[in-house]
């Protein structure tokens, strides 16, 4: 039989062994602790990153949305302008008949009657009128002719006027806020 201190020894060694064992796995645990928690450090470092670069890309697609969005509003306030003042285009090309007819009715009154003052106050009125609303008469005898506020009707040669220039309006144009809504119809000297 053993004796005693043999026994002792033997559950000694067994013991630190044993003890050997355990350090071994606290250590190989704690290794894997530390190695698990770097990862997630790594881990945890690039979601922080990739939210990071996904907030800079929600912001910038923000900053186009919002200029954007100006761009758009200033758009619509220029149109909205514009058709403001361009609303009355159809109703003046209406009334311009009838102050033409007015003008002519005007040149064959005689011109001392009380009559055709007033129909000069109701023509000036009219025409008052008019201006307001951003309407302006193209000059045009005398001027030189412009395709684009003037329409050609005759030519003929003239001594007296130069070559190019208008001799005579047979109806007057008229620009609109900027845009001509009616070319006046002249004669040019050739």
Do not use: C, W
Not at 58 to 75: E, W
Not at 93 to 107: G, I, Q, S, T, W
Request: hydrophobic share 35%.
């Amino acid at each position: 039989m053993e004796s005693k201190d043999e026994s002792i020894k033997n559950n000694e060694k067994e013991l630190e062994n044993d003890i050997e064992k355990d350090d071994e796995k606290v250590e190989d645990e704690v290794e894997n602790i530390s190695s698990d928690n770097d990862d997630l450090k790594v881990d945890e470092d690039e979601k922080v990153k990739s939210l990071n670069e996904e907030i800079s890309s929600l912001n910038n697609s923000l900053a186009l949305l919002q200029a954007d969005f100006i761009n758009y509003k200033n758009r619509i306030n220029k149109e909205k302008a514009l058709s403001i003042k361009l609303a009355n285009e159809g109703l003046i090309m209406k009334l311009l008949p009838v102050l033409d007819d007015l003008e002519r009715a005007f040149e064959h009154l005689p011109k001392d009657s009380e009559f055709s003052e007033g129909i000069s106050i109701i023509i000036s009125n009219f025409i008052e009128i008019l201006k307001k609303e951003g309407l302006e008469e193209i000059e045009s005898t005398g001027k030189p002719f412009d395709h684009n506020f003037h329409q050609a009707i005759l030519m003929e040669p003239n001594d007296e006027i130069e070559s190019g220039n208008i001799i005579e309006t047979f109806q007057k144009g008229y620009v609109l806020n900027g845009k001509v809504i009616r070319p006046s119809m002249v004669k040019v000297s050739e």
